[in-house]
């Protein structure tokens, strides 16, 4: 088994934790603030759909997500081994941008997406549907964390 520098993985997973936290309290801010707005239209049973949806497309993207933070991991812990070569350096550098490129396309799908949607005052509709794109985006960006710290847990205790 590799030498890993386990404190710079440990740091790593301790910054993802706090993340996620982040991410919660704004999951919570945001479902408290959409069902406010359902509220003041009348129609405070939008809420509990728009949470399914959001969960629904989160277990739809959850097996993508989980790849991905297997494959960061993998890159992760190998980029944290002792006495790696230049060469080596280069080489997990290039897959971590490719990591990273996924990433950013994930995000932007999610923004555009939120960016084109009609105004919540013309259509009716709309507001379901926005609040159904942030659970889903919280969502996922939680299921990632999760599943990095969960597959760098294992890496480091060896399982």
């Known amino acids: 088994m590799p030498d890993f520098d386990i404190k710079r993985l440990r740091r790593t997973m301790t910054i993802y934790r706090v993340v996620q936290i982040l991410l919660l309290i704004l999951l919570m801010y945001m479902t408290f603030n959409f069902q406010q707005m359902f509220s003041a239209r009348g129609k405070p049973g939008q809420l509990l759909p ?3 949806a959001g969960i629904a ?5 959850f097996y993508p997500i989980y790849r991905l933070a297997l494959r960061d991991v993998g890159i992760e812990s190998e980029g944290a081994t002792t006495g790696l070569s230049p060469g080596k350096h280069a ?3 290039k897959k971590r941008l490719l990591g990273d ?7 932007a799908f999610y923004m555009t997406f939120v960016a084109i949607m009609p105004d ?4 009716v509709g709309a507001q379901p549907v926005l609040a159904a794109t942030v659970f889903s ?3 996922a960006c939680l299921s990632y964390f999760q599943c990095f710290n969960h597959s760098m847990r294992k890496r480091i205790s060896g399982g």
């Open 137 to 139: 985006f919280l969502l």
């Open 120 to 123: 919540v005052k013309k259509s």
């Open 57 to 61: 497309s989160q277990i739809l993207l």
């Open 50 to 52: 728009a949470i399914v």
């Open 101 to 107: 490129m996924y990433k950013i396309a994930g995000i």
């Open 91 to 93: 080489e997990l550098r």
